[in-house]
């Protein structure tokens, strides 16, 4: 595998609430991997750090060469290119495990995209936190 696409998002019911994130993984624009996770009770910025990180372990085990992220946060991929400072010390370590990371691949781009362009990651993180909402129901 050369080179993958990622559109990724992170959500929060509340802030902090009950978290969740999304990955679609894409190959010449034919998706070919969909990912989505409960994550607990955090901040959505945290939701969307480890979308990333998340992200980029689901393409090292693609042994993708270069990757091309699409995030609708504005914060992280400003934050990844180095536009914004990270002040946040609950962010720090996650950029630093982002910045790790992506330095493993020949390639590394993160673009920011509108929130109408990332719906599929946006689904895929609502459906992290929906399931476990559901597996709450069902225990009950």
Known sequence: MTELTLFIDGASRGNPGHAGIGIRIEAD????????EY??????????????IKGLE?????KANRVIIFSDSELVVRQMNGTYKVKSGGL???????????RT????????????????ADRLANRGIAEKDSANTSEK
């Open 105 to 120: 691949f020949d390639g590394f781009q993160i673009k920011h995209v509108r929130r109408e362009k990332n719906k599929e």
């Open 92 to 102: 720090l370590p996650l950029y630093q495990t982002a910045q790790m990371q992506s």
């Open 39 to 52: 994550i607990g009770c955090t901040t959505n910025n945290v939701a969307e750090y480890r979308a990333l």
């Open 29 to 36: 624009g034919d998706c070919i991997a969909e990912h989505c």
């Open 58 to 62: 689901i393409a090292a085990e693609f």
